[in-house]
């Protein structure tokens, strides 16, 4: 069983900076996937950024690209989400996820085993 922890979420005007933090407990020797998803109320829920951990490949939904970053650090078993010049329509909960086993990171929150408690991003105009 993975258990994450999130934090990092609040309240910011619109073209502020937020960094979300999701520590895992992940204990495997296969290679394994971790990312954020979000939604927004009345909506789906969406792949924002995902990370493999072997080799820090990246993956990002296009708008976010050159925005927000997505990294991790491996002594810590952490991902992080740094979010910048945030607008409101980026306003949403934000999960932290993780596919194990996983060599790839994939866009399909089916494909995700395991989902953190969510962080609330709220930005206002």
């Known amino acids: 069983q993975v258990q994450l922890v999130e934090s990092g979420g609040g309240l910011v005007q619109a073209g502020g900076s937020l960094r979300l933090s999701c520590a895992a407990s992940v204990r495997t020797f296969s290679d394994y996937a971790m990312g954020w998803f979000r939604q927004a109320p009345g909506k789906e829920r969406e792949f924002v950024a995902g990370i493999r951990w072997s080799d820090g490949f990246t993956l990002y939904t296009d708008p976010v690209k050159g925005r927000f970053t997505i990294s991790r650090d491996n002594a810590k078993n952490t991902i992080y989400l740094q979010m910048n010049s945030l607008q409101p329509e980026a306003t949403a909960v934000y999960y932290c996820?993780?596919?194990?086993?996983?060599?790839?990171?994939?866009?399909?929150?089916?494909?995700?085993?395991?989902w953190g408690q969510g962080t609330q991003v709220t930005v206002s105009s």
């Open positions: 996820v993780v596919r194990s086993p996983s060599t790839y990171v994939y866009t399909d929150p089916a494909l995700y085993h395991y």
